[in-house]
């Protein structure tokens, strides 16, 4: 059977999502979201299946945005096209260069964020001014993008993401993403010529210097412009979700301090707020999913926010809590598509920033005069967090 969730609308979602999904987890686990023009895959179970079987739910959809917005990723492709990609990017993400290498290059970023952040004195925004330009300069150092500044990476990639969300087809919209289409093909074309003569640690040296015969530069270019629209804003929601949810929760704040439980403040926040909420799958034939029967075709959100908060799997899913049972999350996705990036925002977040920043400010609270916001489904993360200190 196949259920239409008519009456759940955008405006709705993206104000707080986590009720609209508890009914249909409970209701209809997979039903169709005509405002969304998708069918929404609400459970844990679910989710699973759709990441553990791409043979039938396929990354790469028809009509994408994404595509459109970026060029053609590996992040909507399919094994083995995707594989290919993926390889290309070697060792650069990978635990032991975050270690050796990144995590020294976000120690500095830090310094320099925290010490702008600071001076800008109490009843700053912990998002706008802290998290957001700490996530972009580690980015930027990570790719390589020596010919610009972490205000190019914020831009390229809110105007890009913009674009991949552009479902009104607004022109104004669309030729901002244009625009920064075109700015990361040139700084691309200059560091290409730069990067033969003079390697160093970064993704898009070892791109042009160890890259793989089968991908084309097209591809290396949709890559790296999926990798700066999905390398910064879940950082930044990640960081800024945990301070808030650690300075709502006086008692766990303290635990985690005295016990150093960084990482599974981290871990907890992604799980009661994915910074990606939802992701999109197609179907390739027809097929039955939470008691729903799919046709060829079908366009999917797969929604990790909802399968976070399946209380067929996590106890009391709407509470924050870092003592909870270690049960895997879905906040970075599953099968092919894990995230390639996991390691890169856990040392960022929970290794450096967290621990630095309630050391450093022992006093921080949020700003008793101007509320902290969230808002997103597609992305969730905070829109406003005014913190004193
Ligand atoms: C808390 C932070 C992050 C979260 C929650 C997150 C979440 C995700 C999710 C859910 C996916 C899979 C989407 C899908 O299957 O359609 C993904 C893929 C990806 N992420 Fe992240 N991400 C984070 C940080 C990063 C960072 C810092 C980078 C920077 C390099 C990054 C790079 C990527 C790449 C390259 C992919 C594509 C992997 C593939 O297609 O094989 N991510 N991420």
């Not at 791109?207 to 990798?227: Q, Y």
Request: glycine share 8%; net charge neutral; aromatic share 10%.
């Amino acid at each position: 059977m196949t259920t239409t969730s008519a009456e759940i609308t955008l405006e709705e979602l993206s104000r707080d999502p986590f009720p609209v999904c508890a009914r249909l987890r409970r209701e209809h686990p997979v039903s169709y979201v005509p405002a969304a023009g998708r069918y929404f895959v609400t459970r844990y179970r679910d989710v699973r299946t759709v990441d553990d079987d791409p043979d039938t739910f396929s990354a790469n959809e028809t009509g994408s945005l994404m595509k459109r917005a970026m060029g053609h990723s590996m992040l909507r492709m399919d094994d083995p096209e995707h594989a290919v990609q993926r390889r290309s990017y070697g060792n650069v993400l990978k635990p032991k260069a975050v270690k050796q290498i990144w995590s020294h290059r976000f120690a500095e970023n830090f310094e320099r964020f925290f010490a702008e952040f600071t001076a800008k004195g109490p009843g700053a925004c912990l998002v706008r001014d802290f998290a957001a330009p700490y996530a972009a300069e580690n980015l930027r150092a990570v790719l390589g993008f020596r010919n610009a500044d972490h205000t190019d990476l914020l831009r390229w990639s809110q105007t890009m993401i913009d674009g991949t969300g552009n479902y009104a087809d607004d022109a104004r919209i669309w030729a901002l993403a244009r625009r920064s289409y075109e700015e990361v093909d040139a700084a691309l074309d200059e560091l290409i010529t730069e990067f033969r003569r003079t390697g160093d640690e970064s993704l898009i040296s070892h791109l042009v210097n160890a890259g793989s015969p089968e991908v084309r530069i097209e591809d290396t270019r949709a890559n790296l412009k999926m990798t700066i629209g999905g390398g910064i804003n879940e950082p930044r929601d990640a960081l800024s979700t945990t301070v808030w949810a650690l300075l709502e929760r006086p008692g766990q704040l303290a635990a985690v301090r005295e016990q150093g439980l960084w990482r599974e403040a981290f871990e907890e926040s992604v799980r009661w707020a994915a910074p990606i909420g939802m992701y999109p799958r197609q179907t390739t034939r027809e097929v039955e999913l939470g008691g729903t029967r799919l046709p060829s075709g079908a366009k999917l959100g797969v929604l990790a926010l909802s399968a976070n908060r399946d209380e067929e799997v996590f106890e009391r899913p709407d509470e924050y809590d870092v003592f909870r049972p270690k049960t895997p999350h879905l906040a970075f996705g599953g099968g092919a598509h894990f995230c390639a990036g996991a390691w890169l925002a856990r040392t960022q977040v929970a290794e450096i920033a967290l621990p630095r920043l309630f050391e450093r400010l022992p006093g921080l609270r949020l700003d008793p005069d101007r509320p902290a916001r969230a808002a997103g489904w597609v992305f969730r993360g905070m829109t406003a967090l005014p913190v004193r200190w």
